[in-house]
C-alpha cells in the first residue's frame, strides 16, 4: 500500500504563492497517474489538477488555469503542486493520489487565503 504526505500548506495572501509537496512511499508511484484534489470547508472533495505517469501531460479544473502547475519527479517519488495568484476561495485542504483507483488518502496539507 503506497502512503501518501503532503506538505507545503499555510497562511498566505491573495495574491501570494505556496509550492505544495506530496511523498510517495514505495516502488509504483511513477507507473501512475496522479492528482491533486481539494477540499473546502463543508464541500465535496475536487478534482484540481492531474498530471500522466511520465509527466508529459497536465490538466486543470477552470477555476486553476492559469494559475496551478502541477509537476512530477519519479526519481524521487515526489508530486509538487505550484499555486500563484491565490485566491480566497483557494482556501481547502490539499490532498494528492493516484487519478485513477486511489489509494489511501493522506492527511492532506491546509492552504488559507486570507487578508
Known amino acids: 500500500q503506497v502512503q501518501l504526505v503532503e506538505s507545503g500548506g499555510g497562511l498566505v495572501q491573495p495574491g501570494g504563492s505556496l509550492r505544495l509537496s506530496c511523498a510517495a512511499s514505495g516502488r509504483v508511484f511513477s507507473k501512475y497517474a496522479m492528482a491533486w484534489y481539494r477540499q473546502a470547508p463543508g464541500k465535496q472533495r475536487e478534482l484540481v489538477a492531474t498530471?500522466?505517469?511520465?509527466?508529459?501531460?497536465?490538466t486543470y479544473v477552470d477555476s486553476v488555469k492559469g494559475r496551478f502547475s502541477i509537476s512530477r519527479d519519479n526519481a524521487k517519488n515526489t508530486l509538487h503542486l505550484q499555486m500563484n495568484s491565490l485566491k480566497f476561495e483557494d482556501t481547502a485542504v490539499y490532498y494528492c493520489?493516484?487519478?485513477?483507483?486511489?489509494?489511501?488518502w493522506g492527511q492532506g496539507t491546509q492552504v488559507t487565503v486570507s487578508s
Open positions: 493520489n493516484a487519478y485513477h483507483n486511489p489509494w489511501a
Open positions: 498530471i500522466t505517469s511520465g509527466g508529459s501531460s497536465t
